[in-house]
């Protein structure tokens, strides 16, 4: 199995729109974080997990021959707000499978209505094959991914795992009967934004805690606020199998 971070910034990526901030003025491309989103290549699937408004530019560098299918975590804008730019994908390929609760399924079609729309599409838009994602195991293509609910404050959000890879992000909190899940893992992905507490995100600390906690072999941490610090410095401070992700790098883990 192979994983691409594609985007590891939070809502507004980094560098911030207009922001002197030291770390949005960085030259390190590590420094650089689009939205989050990863690219999964496991046995001849190619998955995306999001879909945020830097998808179109995060396709274009990682270039994927294929999409088989876009999983959602929450329907919050820095991971849904690209799902137009899928199009390339379905001229090439034809229709194309999602996945996500219900609510979120519910709230794409609001948002992209003339994609979901039941009358006569405009040329060009892209048939989208919704699948909902209910807080058990399913499978795409025999490949079972197993989701795993968090809190995002109070919005439920799944995060999701794929053999002995598991990647949650926008959680604040997870019940111990969902930690259940992510037992065993070779590689654990987990959002921490910034140091100080935030209400719907896990904080360094917080973060740092889920992983003495899990045990994973290796973290990699991600939805990264330009108040973390510097990549290299943060870097320096982290446990030995703590390490920050940052956008393109990729990981490979033995299934
Ligand atoms: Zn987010
Ligand atoms: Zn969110």
């Known amino acids: 199995m192979k994983i691409t971070f594609l985007g590891t910034g939070t809502s507004q990526g980094i560098p911030v729109i207009g922001s002197t901030h030291p770390v949005c003025l960085s030259a390190n491309s590590k420094d650089k974080r689009l939205r989050v989103s990863i690219l999964v290549e496991w046995k001849d699937n190619t998955f995306v997990v999001d879909c945020g408004p830097d998808f179109r530019q995060q396709m274009l560098r990682a270039n994927p021959e294929r999409i088989d299918a876009v999983i ?9 707000a690209g799902l137009d730019d899928i199009r390339p994908f379905f001229f090439k390929q034809g229709d194309i499978d999602i996945y996500a609760h219900n609510r979120v399924l519910g709230q794409l079609q609001q948002r992209f209505e003339y994609i979901f729309t039941s009358e006569i599409k405009y040329p060009g838009v892209p048939n989208l094959i919704q699948n909902e994602v209910k807080n058990e195991p399913f499978t795409i293509n025999n490949l079972e991914i197993i989701p795993i609910e968090g809190l995002h404050y109070k919005l439920p959000v799944f995060g999701y795992r794929f053999g002995n890879f598991a990647y949650l992000t926008d959680m604040k909190t997870i019940a111990e009967a969902e930690m259940l899940k992510l037992q065993n893992l070779d590689v654990l992905v987990i959002n921490a934004l910034r140091e100080k507490e935030h209400i719907s995100h896990f904080n360094l600390d ?15 941490l991600t939805h990264i606020s330009h108040y973390l610090g510097f990549h290299d410095e943060v870097q320096q401070k982290l446990p030995k199998n703590v390490f920050l992700a940052y956008d393109e790098l990729t990981i490979n883990i033995s299934n």
């Open 72 to 80: 959602f975590t929450h329907e919050h804008a820095d991971h849904t």
């Open 206 to 220: 917080e973060a740092l805690a889920m992983i003495s906690k899990l045990k994973p072999k290796k973290a990699y």
